[in-house]
């Protein structure tokens, strides 16, 4: 049963655009939930995480909203650069780690 | 300071046959959480280690096993391989758990034929 679900599968935005990826999520137990980015070849890298008691967290271009009550949370990448081209992953969690599918994200220059 | 290092970094393996994989933390990292990831179902967890003890288990088989040791290294091993359990193994450290930021490491990518 998947606990996170994502979306878009992909996406293609311009240079300068926004991104936007989002996730939902079943189990209200969950308190952390982290949105990590991989390149190809390498392992996955924490980008940005919030906890539901905060509605929102910026950290420079990345931006994650949360929705507590609709139990969704969303990663914004704002002026999307070409360095950004790679899978971003949300995650949920209490006592382990749930992930989503992933979404490919491709930006044009 | 140096990251989460990983051994071997490739694998190719016959089905039956059984595997161990290496994951060294950070230093001072206490809890290492195993992961598996296939294009299918994606990001799965398989169990955390903090200070030597089995913290927290996913929904995997018992042919999927893993111990830590006092310096913190990890070890997982898989038995009676199966052609389904090929994919990409990643560990990651943190200090406390994974609540606490984890780092990932770049993966053994372990192929059964």
């Known amino acids: 049963q998947q606990q996170v679900k994502q979306s878009p599968q992909s996406l293609i935005v311009q240079k300068g655009g926004i991104s936007i990826i989002n996730c939902a999520y079943e189990?209200?137990?969950?308190?952390?939930f982290p949105w990590y980015q991989q390149f190809p070849g390498k392992g996955p890298a924490l980008l940005i995480a919030?906890?539901?008691?905060?509605s929102e967290k910026k950290e420079g271009r990345f931006t994650i909203s949360f929705n507590k009550s609709a139990k969704q949370f969303s990663l914004h990448i704002m002026d999307s650069q070409p360095g950004d081209s790679a899978t971003y992953f949300c995650a949920a969690g209490r006592e382990q780690l749930s992930f989503g599918a992933g979404t490919t994200v491709t930006v044009r220059a | 300071k140096a990251g989460v290092t990983q051994t071997p970094r490739y694998l190719i393996k016959t089905r039956g046959q059984q595997v161990t994989l290496s994951c060294s933390p950070i230093s001072g990292h206490r809890s290492v959480s195993w992961y598996q990831q296939t294009p299918g179902q994606g990001l799965q967890f398989l169990f955390e280690?903090?200070?030597?003890?089995?913290?927290n288990k996913g929904n995997f088989p018992g042919r999927f096993s893993g111990r830590q040791f006092s310096n913190s290294r990890s070890e997982m091993n898989v038995s009676t391989l199966e052609l389904g359990d090929s994919a990409l193994y990643l560990c990651?450290?943190?200090?406390?758990?994974?609540?606490?930021?984890?780092?990932f490491g770049q993966g053994t990518r372990l192929t059964v034929v």
């Open positions: 919030i906890r539901p008691d905060v």
């Open positions: 990651a450290s943190s200090l406390q758990g994974w609540r606490t930021e984890a780092f």
């Open positions: 280690y903090f200070s030597e003890t089995q913290r």
């Open positions: 189990n209200t137990a969950f308190d952390y």
